[in-house]
């Protein structure tokens, strides 16, 4: 079985060198890419000085690009597992051993998750969290816990139709159409660091403006959203 | 407003939302721009069917007809919106700049480094046959 480990990274410098190496060091048995999504900073620099396998993007294309440019490359390459794996160090390698066991069982998508056997803890954040869940709940019937978790692998059959469409970003609002046509989903318990280095992406007003697109997107567009 | 062009006003909103929905569910559009469409779409449904929706503001402005206020909020949006197109047409053509001379320089580069392996192949040939000689 190859698996393929996808890093998409965007202005990583400070972080890249660490998970890659503990990647290469812990987990050899994996394959791993990390694709540049245009950075501004040195991130591609430091891939190729470091002789990580890199795709370099010549322009900046968002996580949903780079991480189907990743897909596309698994897909080209013939591999029967991917997983999308965060630059900023938030996810932990020891995980990846357990989510691959899982989707193993036939999974077509298996999410790392932070709230399986867990309790939410009480902020905005998970606020936000939790009315996905909701509006998820509502359209497919069907309870995801961490929706909005990056950690996420693929089967072969996914990755196919992943990396060959438009709309497939990696969201909860693909994973609430792909669940309502039939892919079977599986949850398990992971833990994630804080961000040790970097900004993160979300501020205010851009996670009002996510909570909008993923709400219209679930409740009504991926109701009527034809699969080809 | 009479009774037949409200008719013809949720009918024509129906018809522009259920227009949009097709598209959207033919993949023919991303649905980070369908978002915008599909808001305003419900915005025409939601004034055609409940007006004093609008008659309210207009009366609170003090403007003379709802038909104004209509008109003015209608075409500051699509205003404001074709401006928003315009810096993503920008970044669009900008992008493919990018790409298209990182294309034609990597090409340039990828020629040169042959043409720099022939010659030495054909230097280290022309040193061999001195040799032979």
């Known amino acids: 079985m190859k698996k393929l480990i996808i890093i998409p990274a965007y202005n990583e410098e400070m972080n890249i060198v660490r998970v890659v190496n503990e990647i290469r060091e812990k987990y050899s048995q994996y394959d791993y890419v990390v694709v540049n ?44 597992y991917a997983i999308q794996f965060d630059a900023d160090g938030q996810h932990k390698t020891e995980y990846i051993d357990v989510i691959l066991d899982e989707i193993e069982k036939g999974y ?87 961000r040790l280095e970097g900004e993160s992406y979300l501020n205010f007003s851009r996670s009002m403006l996510y909570m909008l697109r993923m709400l219209i997107s679930i409740l009504f567009i991926q109701s009527f959203r034809k699969r080809k | 407003m009479s009774f ?56 609170i402005i003090g403007m003379q007809a709802p038909v104004n206020f209509v008109f003015l909020v209608i075409i500051f949006i699509l205003l404001i919106k074709a401006f928003m197109q315009t810096i993503e047409h920008s970044q669009l053509e900008n992008k493919l700049n990018d790409l298209a001379q990182k294309i034609a320089i990597d090409e340039k580069i990828s020629r040169d480094r042959q043409k720099d392996m022939e010659t030495a192949d ?3 040939k022309m040193e061999n046959e001195g040799k032979v000689k």
């Open chain 1, 37 to 80: 999504d245009g950075s501004k900073d040195n991130t591609a620099k430091v891939c190729i000085d470091h002789g990580f396998e890199l795709i370099n993007l010549p322009v900046n294309l968002g996580l949903a690009g780079a991480f189907q440019t990743g897909l596309k490359y698994a897909y080209i390459k013939g591999y029967d």
């Open chain 1, 108 to 194: 077509d998508i298996v999410i790392g998750s932070r709230f399986v056997s867990k309790k939410k803890p009480f902020s905005l954040r998970m606020l936000g969290s939790n009315i996905i869940s909701v509006a998820m709940k509502i359209t497919t019937g069907k309870t995801i816990k961490d929706p909005t978790s990056g950690m996420r692998m693929f089967n072969k059959q996914m990755i196919e139709e992943f990396a060959l469409n438009m709309n497939y970003g990696p969201e909860p609002d693909t994973i609430s159409y792909l669940i309502k046509q039939g892919a079977t989903i599986s949850e398990v318990q992971v833990e994630m660091d804080e």
């Open chain 2, 4 to 59: 037949a062009f409200r008719i013809i006003l949720i009918l024509a909103s129906l018809m522009t939302t259920l227009y949009i929905v097709r598209k959207i569910r033919y993949s023919k559009l991303q649905i980070e721009y369908a978002i915008f469409w599909i808001i305003l779409s419900f915005l025409l449904i939601l004034i055609s069917i409940f007006p004093v929706l609008v008659t309210i503001p207009t009366n």
């Open chain 2, 122 to 124: 054909s230097i280290e």
